[in-house]
């Protein structure tokens, strides 16, 4: 089983950036497929990234294309998120969730593990 902790969120300015980090532990980090998610007050967890097992593969939430990137680093049992060209409908609690599998999954419920979130808060 991975135990996951997200760090580095805060506030920025819109058009800021900011880069989000998940450490695993636990588990055999190579073997799972990692996502990032959010969740807006009074709205549902939405995806926003996810990347296979090696980092080869990557997929986004149109409504980050072009702005997100996610990464892995399996010596160091890391997913990060570099998020840039940020806007104040960007602002939520992110999410990084693991799930066994060598290919990525984009839904909520394929996810088995998450972590406890880190707020983003982007203001005008």
């Known amino acids: 089983q991975v135990q996951l902790v997200e760090s580095g969120g805060g506030l920025v300015q819109a058009g800021g950036s900011l880069r989000l980090f998940c450490a695993a532990s636990?588990?055999?980090?190579?073997?799972?497929?990692m996502g990032w998610f959010r969740q807006a007050p009074a709205k549902e967890r939405e995806f926003v990234a996810a990347i296979n097992w090696s980092g080869g593969t990557t997929y986004y939430a149109d409504s980050v294309k072009g702005r997100f990137t996610i990464s892995r680093d399996n010596a160091k049992n890391t997913v990060y998120l570099r998020m840039n060209s940020l806007k104040p409908e960007d602002t939520a609690v992110y999410y990084c969730?693991?799930?066994?599998?060598?290919?990525?999954?984009?839904?909520?419920?394929?996810?088995?593990?998450w972590g406890q979130g880190t707020q983003v808060t982007v203001s005008s």
């Open positions: 969730a693991a799930v066994p599998s060598p290919g990525l999954r984009v839904g909520v419920e394929a996810y088995a593990y």
């Open positions: 636990g588990g055999t980090f190579s073997r799972y497929a």
